[in-house]
Structures are given as C-alpha cells and as structure tokens.
C-alpha cells in the first residue's frame, strides 16, 4: 500500500524534528525543528486525506500552516527580544530561572 | 434565521472577539489606556454574563457539529470568563503600579481568552486545535510583555519553544485520529471500529499533547519557569482560565471521543496523576520564591484534577467542574495578593524571606492570603475543601482507593508550604527588613474582597452550583 511510505516518511521527518528540538541549544534552530515537526503532521494528513478521500483533512492543512505562521511571527519576535536582551540566542546560557 | 440563531449559540466567544477589536483600535487612537481597560472589564462582565446565562439553556451542536453548546461547555466559559474578569481587573493597577503599563495586553488578553472561549466550545478537533494555538500564541507574547526585562522573556522563550513542541504532538495525534477514523468530529472518533496501530498512537500523541497544556508531570517543565517570568497577574489568567479551559476540553475530548476505550486510558492517567501530585508538591516543599511555589502548587492541584480524570465517571466530571472553579477563585486571588506586594519598590517581593511581617501592616491583604492559601490546603469552609473532598469522593466510587490515599497524603504535605507563607507573614517579624507598604487602591482591594467572598461562599453553600453541574452529566457522558 502506498500510504504506509508516506505515513513513514511523515514518522521519520517527525522524528528528526523532535530529536532536534531536544538536543540543539540555539533558538532559532529549535524553532525549526519545531516547524518540521507541524510539517512533517501536514504530510500525514494530506496523504490520509488522498487515502479516505475526503476533503477534511487538507482544510486542516491550511489552518495548520496559518498557525505556523502565526507562531512564526510571535516567536521570531521573542527570539529578537531575547537577543537584545542576552546578545545570545544559545539555550544553555538563558537561565535566570531554574529549579 | 437558522444562522442567526446558531450565532447566539457562541455569543461569548463573539463578544469577546469583538471587544479584542474594538479595545486594539482604541488603543491606537486614544493617549489613555484607562479607556481600554474599562471596555475591556465591561466586555468582559457582559461575557460572563452571558455564558452563565446559557448554563440554563439548552444544549446541543451547531455550525455544522464544530460547536457544541450548553452544559459542560458552558460551565467551561464561565470558567473561563471568571478568570478573564478577575485577572483584567487587577492587571491595571499592578501594571501601572510597577511602571510598565502597556496597554496592549488588554487586547492579547481577549484574544487568549476567544481561543479558550472556542476551546471549551469544541466539538470537533480542528476547532480543538485552532482554540488551543489562538489561547497559546496569544499567551506567549503575554508572557513576554515587558520585553526589556530579562526574565519575563525567557519565560516567553520557554513558553513558546515547549509550547510550539507540544503543538507538534496534538497536531500529530490529532492527524493520526483523522486517518483511523475518516473523520475529525469528536462523535466519528468514538465510532471507530478497526482500532490499529494508527489509532492507538493517534490516542497516545493526543494524551501526550493535552498532558503538556495541563502541565502534567513530566510535561511540567516549562510551567515554573513561565509562571515565575511572566508579569504576575499575568501568571493569575495563564494559571486559571488557560489551565480550566484545557481540563474541559480533555473532559469533552475523553468522553465524547474516546468514551469505549475508557479502561485503557484511565489506566495511564491514574500513573500520570500519582507522578504529578507526588513531584509537584515534593518541589514546592523546597521553594523560596512565592510565585515559583505556587506555580509547582498548581502542578499538584493538576494532579488532583487527573485523579477525577482517572474516575472517568459523570460524577468525577461534575466534581472537576467543580474544583477547576474553586481553583480559579482562590489562583487569581493569591497571585493577585502577592502582585500587590510587587508594587512596593527596594527589595524583590517574590522572595518569601522579604515577607516577614508583613501581615500586620496591612491587615486586610494578610487576611485574604490566608483565605486563598487555607482554601488550596483544602481546609473547611472554604470552595477548595469542597473540591478536594469531590473528586477524591468520585474516585472512591470507583474503586480507585490508592489512588485517593496518595492524593490526601500530598495535601497533607502540602500546608507545609502553604502555610509557611503565613508563618512568614506573622512570625517573623523581627527578622524584616524596615519596609512600609504602599495602600492598596479601591478596586484592587474589591475585587479581592469578591473572590474571597465567593470562595468561602462556595464553601459553605456548594449545593446549588454541585447540583447544577451534576444535571450536566449525561451531556458530557
């Protein structure tokens, strides 16, 4: 069956994106791994979408990549504030806050 | 007029959404943002209002099923309307007082509270996920509102790099659900017959996203640190109204779409809501900041809340309807008292070692602490006693006794660190430093004054709200 490559596809690429999130230390790439994860999700929807036919899955794409954007914008911001801020954007030298 | 009628269906959240607007445009033209905080409070008032109205109304679905209405889903935007209001109120004078008055943070705080508004209304899970990501992306620039202090935006870092990470679970399990069932409605979901892999990880991924928005230990980490950064009456709406607005939407979630496969995910929260109550209350014991301490305290009363969810009866909905009220009430009232003592300047009042004395120079703001912390203890008369004793009845009905042992242990060490705060106030006075605190403003003190009223109201008179949300039962069920 040809969805299980994609759905495997779609699993790999999630992975990667958590595996990144957890061991990075600058920001902006944990960002990114942020956002291959909620693409790696579009992919699996699209691909079931084609599987059920049925369209509802790719409107929930759309709004996924608004919220991306979205997220996008609020968190690029938060990282320049941070910049400013630190003049670093590496997570292991923010920590006023702990334990 | 069938779409007029479905618009008063979701009137809250249109109130609200429209008051974000009209308090956005106000404060571009207007010098002074007391105009934009009093339509703000207005509006607010009015949406409260108008949801424990629809209490009394009917329930049902509309817009197509994406909506549900009525019942629990009411009760949700009281909730979270009571939080709004509460919080909206106080941030004024502590915003101004502090000197970083930013009159946007009406407008954010409207536009967090419209997410949760569509969130507890949810009867769909693309509408779950659109409420849950306009309450979040609204919550971190809150969190970093005072963007030139150091710790409010590393709070807004962690928030949103945890909070875009845990998007990314729900977002999965919420795309895995859709696969196995051919559908995004909560109902379609529970109609499911071939339960695979695919479904049982869409299950899991969703469990792991909903544990991250409620803070469940060990998806707790970036709460502390957020509650502690972020301004302080700030950390009242995300502690309350965020928190009561996800609990309801994982209500509405488990029993609307996983209602058959109840034994296995019961089993998993009961693990969950021992890790949380346990580890929660062990790190508050060992605290010296205030706001840290009660960001791990609403980590425990977390771990309550999962003990109903691990009952999973209509009873245990109902009780935690119940407490997610009482702990709104009494949040918003602690966190607002120690966002009065932050107006006073010279030393940090966040540390409880700067407390010392401070109760007698200013009796009426030690007294209400006391109320709001002996209600978290869950001592009688208070609304938080009521709750407590609930949702540990509602467990015990369901044979969940170890369960419920180590739940009253943990509140039991949990006056441990409620009341030091108290021993601070009153018993040490000699060791203070020589501070004179600032009076309180009028409608601080008031609105204050109400929530301690409406806690010991709802703990000596819990009847006719319990008996509301018990009517609610077979909606939810």
Redesign the interface.
């Known amino acids: 069956m040809e969805l299980y490559w994609f ?1 495997g596809l779609s699993a790999v690429l ?1 992975t990667i ?2 595996i990144g ?1 957890l061991t990075r230390k600058n ?1 902006i790439v ?2 990114m791994s ?2 291959l ?2 693409n ?2 579009n992919l ?2 699209v691909s ?1 979408s084609a ?2 036919g ?1 369209v ?2 790719q ?2 794409v759309f ?2 990549l608004c ?1 991306a954007a ?2 996008a914008a ?2 690029l911001a ?2 320049i ?2 910049y ?3 003049l670093t954007v590496d ?1 292991s030298k ?1 920590h ?4 | 007029m069938e779409s007029a009628n479905e618009l008063l269906t979701i009137l809250p959240v249109i109130i609200i959404g429209t008051a974000g607007l009209l308090v956005m445009m106000v404060d571009a033209f207007t010098e002074n943002s007391r105009t934009a905080y009093w339509i703000t409070v207005l509006f607010s008032a009015i949406g409260l209002a108008v949801s424990v109205n629809s209490l009394f109304g009917p329930t049902g679905t509309s817009f197509y099923n994406m909506i549900a209405y009525g019942g629990t889903a009411a009760f949700g935007a009281v909730l979270v309307m009571t939080g709004t209001l509460f919080s909206v109120m106080l941030t004024r004078e502590y915003l101004e007082k502090t000197g970083r008055h930013i009159a946007e943070v009406y407008s954010m705080m409207l536009f967090a509270t419209f997410g949760m508004l569509v969130l507890v209304q949810s009867n769909n ?2 509408t779950l ?2 409420g849950i ?1 306009t309450m979040s ?1 609204s919550l ?2 809150l969190a ?1 509102l005072v ?2 202090e ?2 409010g ?6 928030y ?2 945890l909070g ?2 845990s ?2 679970f729900l ?2 399990g ?3 659900l ?2 196995a069932s ?3 409605f909560l109902v379609d979901i529970a109609a499911t017959d071939e339960k695979g892999l ?1 479904y049982w990880a869409g299950v899991a991924l969703l469990l792991v996203g909903f544990f991250f928005k409620v803070s469940a230990v060990p998806f707790h980490m970036w709460t ?2 957020v509650y ?2 972020a301004p302080t009456t700030i950390t009242a709406f995300m502690a309350t109204a965020s928190k009561a607005a996800g609990f309801v939407a994982f209500i509405l979630v488990l029993s609307r779409a996983l209602p058959d496969v109840r034994a296995e995910w019961s089993d998993v929260i009961w693990l969950f809501a021992i890790f949380t109550m346990v580890i929660g209350n062990i790190l508050a014991l060992v605290q010296d900041n205030v706001k840290r301490m009660l960001a791990y305290s609403s980590i425990a009363h977390a771990g309550y809340v999962l003990i109903g969810f691990a009952a999973a009866t209509g009873a245990a909905y109902s009780a935690i309807l119940f407490y997610l009220f009482a702990y709104t009430l009494m949040n918003v009232g602690a966190f607002g008292i120690v966002a009065y003592y932050e107006w006073n300047k010279g030393l940090d009042f966040t540390e409880i070692k700067n407390y010392a004395g401070l109760g007698y120079q200013q009796p009426l703001m030690g007294v209400l602490m006391s109320v709001f912390l002996f209600s978290m203890v869950g001592i009688p008369p208070f609304a938080g006693f009521i709750g407590k004793y609930r949702v540990f009845a509602a467990a015990i009905d369901e044979g969940l006794i170890s369960l419920v042992i180590v739940g009253v242990l943990a509140s039991a060490a949990s006056v441990y660190y409620y009341i030091r705060v108290l021993v601070y106030l009153y018993m040490k006075e000699d060791e203070g430093a020589q501070v004179t605190l600032v009076k309180p403003g009028m409608l601080y003190s008031v609105t204050l004054v109400i929530l301690a009223v409406l806690t010991l109201y709802f703990g000596i008179n819990p009847g006719s709200l319990t008996d509301l949300l018990l009517s609610f039962k077979d909606a939810a069920y």
């Open positions: 759905l999630f994106g958590v999130v920001a944990i960002f942020a956002e994860m909620l790696s999700v699996s929807l079931f599987q059920l049925d509802h899955g409107i929930l709004f996924a919220v979205a997220e609020v968190g938060i990282i504030a941070i400013r801020n630190n997570v923010i006023l806050l702990r334990w | 899970l693309v996920f659109l990501e992306i971190y620039v970093g963007k030139d150091k710790k935006v590393e709070a807004a870092l962690k949103f790099l875009a990470f998007t990314g977002l999965y919420i795309a895995l859709y696969g051919g559908s995004t695919i502390p640190d502690q950064g």
